[in-house]
Protein backbone atom coordinates (compact mmCIF):
# COMPACT_ATOMS: atom_id res chain seq x y z
CA UNK A 1 0.00 0.00 0.00
CA UNK A 2 1.22 3.13 -0.99
CA UNK A 3 0.99 6.39 1.34
CA UNK A 4 1.04 9.65 -0.27
CA UNK A 5 0.95 13.20 1.30
CA UNK A 6 -1.35 15.99 -0.03
CA UNK A 7 0.41 18.85 -1.70
CA UNK A 8 -0.70 21.35 1.31
CA UNK A 9 0.16 18.58 3.74
CA UNK A 10 4.00 18.52 2.40
CA UNK A 11 4.35 21.94 2.31
CA UNK A 12 3.17 22.10 5.99
CA UNK A 13 5.26 19.43 6.82
CA UNK A 14 8.39 20.99 5.57
CA UNK A 15 7.72 24.39 7.16
CA UNK A 16 6.88 22.52 10.72
CA UNK A 17 10.29 20.92 10.38
CA UNK A 18 12.16 23.20 9.70
CA UNK A 19 10.79 25.71 12.54
CA UNK A 20 10.87 22.35 15.17
CA UNK A 21 14.53 22.24 14.83
CA UNK A 22 15.25 26.32 15.19
CA UNK A 23 12.62 25.87 18.17
CA UNK A 24 14.35 22.17 19.43
CA UNK A 25 17.86 24.39 19.52
CA UNK A 26 16.51 27.36 21.43
CA UNK A 27 14.89 24.69 23.79
CA UNK A 28 17.47 22.41 23.87
CA UNK A 29 16.33 19.17 23.23
CA UNK A 30 18.00 16.61 22.46
CA UNK A 31 18.48 15.42 18.91
CA UNK A 32 16.67 12.40 19.75
CA UNK A 33 14.12 14.31 20.84
CA UNK A 34 13.89 16.57 17.86
CA UNK A 35 14.20 12.98 15.55
CA UNK A 36 10.94 11.80 17.67
CA UNK A 37 9.18 15.07 16.87
CA UNK A 38 9.93 15.07 13.81
CA UNK A 39 8.81 11.19 12.93
CA UNK A 40 5.42 11.80 14.76
CA UNK A 41 5.06 14.79 12.52
CA UNK A 42 6.16 12.39 9.41
CA UNK A 43 3.36 9.91 10.47
CA UNK A 44 0.61 12.81 10.72
CA UNK A 45 0.83 14.27 7.37
CA UNK A 46 0.69 10.23 5.95
CA UNK A 47 -2.24 9.07 8.39
CA UNK A 48 -4.22 11.83 10.48
CA UNK A 49 -6.23 8.95 11.86
CA UNK A 50 -2.93 7.98 13.56
CA UNK A 51 -3.49 6.78 17.30
CA UNK A 52 -0.86 6.99 20.26
CA UNK A 53 -0.05 3.49 20.25
CA UNK A 54 0.59 3.62 15.90
CA UNK A 55 2.76 6.27 17.08
CA UNK A 56 4.47 4.29 19.46
CA UNK A 57 5.11 1.67 16.88
CA UNK A 58 6.40 3.57 14.63
CA UNK A 59 8.36 5.72 16.84
CA UNK A 60 9.95 3.32 19.09
CA UNK A 61 8.80 5.25 22.16
CA UNK A 62 6.50 4.37 25.10
CA UNK A 63 3.05 5.85 24.83
CA UNK A 64 3.82 8.31 27.88
CA UNK A 65 6.28 10.05 25.70
CA UNK A 66 4.62 10.59 22.27
CA UNK A 67 1.80 12.17 24.82
CA UNK A 68 4.46 14.18 26.10
CA UNK A 69 5.32 15.11 22.48
CA UNK A 70 2.48 15.49 21.08
CA UNK A 71 1.97 18.27 23.94
CA UNK A 72 4.92 19.69 22.85
CA UNK A 73 3.61 20.27 19.49
CA UNK A 74 0.32 21.66 20.20
CA UNK A 75 1.77 23.88 22.30
CA UNK A 76 3.82 25.27 20.10
CA UNK A 77 0.94 25.19 17.82
CA UNK A 78 2.29 22.72 15.15
CA UNK A 79 -0.34 20.25 15.27
CA UNK A 80 -4.34 20.42 16.54
CA UNK A 81 -6.79 17.61 17.05
CA UNK A 82 -9.89 17.98 15.65
CA UNK A 83 -12.76 16.10 16.92
CA UNK A 84 -13.57 14.00 19.46
CA UNK A 85 -10.59 12.30 21.62
CA UNK A 86 -11.79 8.86 20.64
CA UNK A 87 -12.57 8.85 16.50
CA UNK A 88 -10.65 12.74 16.16
CA UNK A 89 -7.52 13.46 13.55
CA UNK A 90 -4.31 14.99 13.82
CA UNK A 91 -3.99 18.39 11.62
CA UNK A 92 -0.66 19.92 10.58
CA UNK A 93 -1.20 23.31 10.96
CA UNK A 94 0.21 25.45 7.95
CA UNK A 95 1.62 28.51 9.79
CA UNK A 96 2.86 27.67 13.47
CA UNK A 97 3.33 30.56 15.36
CA UNK A 98 6.13 29.81 17.69
CA UNK A 99 5.82 31.71 21.21
Known amino acids: MK????????AALRISIKLLIELGVK???????????KLILSTIATDCNTTLDSLSRVTGRARSTIQ????????HNFVSHVGPAKGGRWKINENPILQ
Do not use: F, G, P
Not at 27 to 37: G, N, S, Y
Open 68 to 75: LHLSYLVE
Open 27 to 37: DHLQQRQIDTL
Open 3 to 10: TTIKRTAK
